[in-house]
T-cell receptor, first 114, second 114 residues
Framework: SAVISQKPSRDICQRGTSLTIQCQVD?????MFWYRQQPGQSLTLIAT?????????ESGFVIDKFPISRPNLTFSTLTVSNMSPEDSSIYLC???????????FGPGTRLTVT | AQSVTQLDSQVPVFEEAPVELRCNYS??????LFWYVQYPNQGLQLLLK??????LVESINGFEAEFNKSQTSFHLRKPSVHISDTAEYFC????????????FGIGTKLQVIP
C-alpha cells in the first residue's frame, strides 16, 4: 500500500490564474497518475507521470493547460493553467503498486474557479 | 478498449437490509476488476479486487463481489448494511495485457437510511 498526501486540500481561484497541486507519496513508486473528478461524474485520467520521462496525456488534455512535473519517485505536481470556471473540479493524485494495476489515491484537491 | 457501466447512480436502502450494486464491463481481453469506495469528503479507497483464482472476493467490512465472465459482471453485495456504509462506490477495470490504464465507472451513491 501507499500513503499519499496532496496540497492544497482546497482552493478558490480567479479565472485566468494558475494553481499548482502537490502530491507526495510515502514510498518510491514508478507510476503516478492525475485524475479529475467533476461533479456527478466519474474519474477522468488526465495524465500518467513516470519519473525521468515526459508525462503522457490522455485525449482532451494538453501539456500547456496541465503541465506536470515528476522530479523524483515520491513527488509530483500538476498545474492547472489559465483557469476557467469549467476547471472547477476535484483533482486526485494516485499511484500504482504491484503488477495488478491496483491504485492508491490521495485525498484530492477541491478547486473552485470564480 | 475497455469500458465500465454502473447501472444505478443512486441506491437508497434501509439499515440492516441487503444491497447489490451492479457493475458490467466490456473488454476484448482478460481483465482485472476493482471496487473503490469514496466516503464523504475523503479520497478513494480500494475496497476489493479480482485478479485471478476464486471468482468470489471479499472485503474486510463485509462486502463481497463475484466475477461472472459469461455475463461480464462484477456486482458488489453486502447482506446487511450499516449507516457507515453510506458512500459512493466506483467499479473499475483494467486489461491484463502489458500496461493498460484503469477505467472507472460513473459511480453509485449508496444511501443507508436509518
Amino acid at each position: 500500500s501507499a500513503v499519499i498526501s496532496q496540497k492544497p486540500s482546497r482552493d478558490i481561484c480567479q479565472r485566468g490564474t494558475s494553481l499548482t497541486i502537490q502530491c507526495q507519496v510515502d514510498s518510491q513508486v514508478t507510476m503516478m497518475f492525475w485524475y479529475r473528478q467533476q461533479p456527478g461524474q466519474s474519474l477522468t485520467l488526465i495524465a500518467t507521470a513516470n519519473q525521468g520521462s515526459e508525462a503522457t496525456y490522455e485525449s482532451g488534455f494538453v501539456i500547456d493547460k496541465f503541465p506536470i512535473s515528476r522530479p523524483n519517485l515520491t513527488f509530483s505536481t500538476l498545474t492547472v493553467s489559465n483557469m476557467s470556471p469549467e476547471d472547477s473540479s476535484i483533482y486526485l493524485c494516485s499511484v500504482e503498486t504491484g503488477a495488478s494495476h491496483e491504485q492508491y489515491f490521495g485525498p484530492g484537491t477541491r478547486l473552485t474557479v470564480t | 478498449a475497455q469500458s465500465v457501466t454502473q447501472l444505478d447512480s443512486q441506491v437508497p436502502v434501509f439499515e440492516e437490509a441487503p444491497v447489490e450494486l451492479r457493475c458490467n464491463y466490456s473488454s476484448s481481453v482478460s481483465v482485472y476488476l476493482f471496487w473503490y469506495v469514496q466516503y464523504p469528503n475523503q479520497g478513494l479507497q480500494l475496497l476489493l479486487k479480482y485478479l485471478s483464482g476464486s471468482t468470489l472476493v471479499e472485503s474486510i467490512n463485509g462486502f463481497e463481489a463475484e466475477f461472472n465472465k459469461s455475463q461480464t459482471s462484477f456486482h458488489l453485495r453486502k447482506p446487511s448494511v450499516h449507516i457507515s456504509d453510506t458512500a459512493e462506490y466506483f467499479c473499475a477495470v483494467s486489461e491484463r495485457r502489458g500496461y493498460q490504464k484503469v477505467t472507472f465507472g460513473i459511480g453509485t451513491k449508496l444511501q443507508v437510511i436509518p
